[in-house]
């Protein structure tokens, strides 16, 4: 039974890049692929801020390349992928996990709140989509696990550029897994539910909406980024070779209330 696990969820030889990987919900994803057996490609804005990721990786016997890169710049994305090639020559995975949140009622949302959040949640997603399809198109095969949200499905209150980016994720998300199944590309998505990370700390310092968040979320309580682990693994390896354009909700319950 172990060796039947081992082979299913194994990613040993894989290449997997990780986008906004130096803290919360990319950095456990990312450790979770290495403690699987792939060698990982990080990223973040500030590629200083990798190094804890980098080491803890690296630890592990993992080869890891960290690279600096505004999503929201599709020259610096064209870069990480020139990187890619002359270290590693393939890509095997891509988590598509970074994105930005700017909070204000929808009447006082400004333009420039507005596009960031879209070139960075939708256009960076889709640039990097794009340059993955093209190597993964190559090469033969490819996973791709975009990072969706609750607001997928929902609209959110006083966050409108962050509800239709992630909405829009998941829409590319099917349209991606649409043209490439054929060519032995998954495209799947993971939906978090509400998790203890750098972009929830305002509603987690409300206490009101703190308190009624967790009174609707079924078990009780807030996700922990480490908790995103397995449903990463699960869609990085062979044992997903059948799921294809999945947005899998990992909410603790949320949704089924």
């Not at 879209?118 to 794009?130: P, S």
């Not at 966050?159 to 998941?170: D, I, L, N, Q, R």
């Not at 693994?233 to 089924?256: E, K, P, R, T």
Request: hydrophobic letters at 40%.
């Amino acid at each position: 039974m172990n060796n039947y696990l081992q082979t299913m969820f194994s990613l040993e030889g894989k290449v997997a890049l990780v986008t906004g990987a130096s803290r919360g919900l990319g950095k456990a994803m990312a450790i979770a692929l290495a403690k699987a057996g792939a060698d990982l490609v990080l990223t973040a804005t500030n590629e200083a801020n990798l190094k804890s990721t980098h080491d803890e990786i690296q630890s592990l016997g993992r080869k890891v390349l960290s690279i600096g890169c505004d999503q929201s710049q599709t020259e610096q994305i064209n870069n990480v992928f020139e990187e890619v090639k002359s270290t590693f020559g393939k890509l095997d995975i891509l988590v598509n996990n970074a994105g930005t949140i700017r909070r204000a009622p929808a009447d006082k949302t400004t333009d420039e709140d507005w596009q960031h959040v879209i070139d960075t949640n939708l256009n960076g997603v889709f640039h990097f989509c794009r340059s993955a399809g093209q190597m993964m198109l190559a090469q033969g095969g490819g996973k791709i696990i975009n990072v969706a949200s609750l607001l997928t499905f929902s609209g959110g209150i006083t966050v409108p550029a962050y509800a239709a980016s992630k909405g829009a994720v998941g829409q590319l998300t099917k349209a991606l897994a649409n043209e490439w199944a054929a060519s032995n590309i998954q495209v799947n998505a993971i939906a978090p539910g509400y998790f203890s990370t750098d972009n929830t700390q305002q509603l987690r310092d409300d206490s009101e909406r703190n308190a009624s968040i967790t009174a609707r979320i079924p078990c009780g309580k807030w996700g922990q980024p480490e908790d995103l682990a397995g449903s990463a693994v699960f869609l990085a390896s062979q044992a997903s070779n059948y799921v294809n354009g999945h947005i899998m909700l990992v909410d603790g319950g949320w949704m089924a209330r």
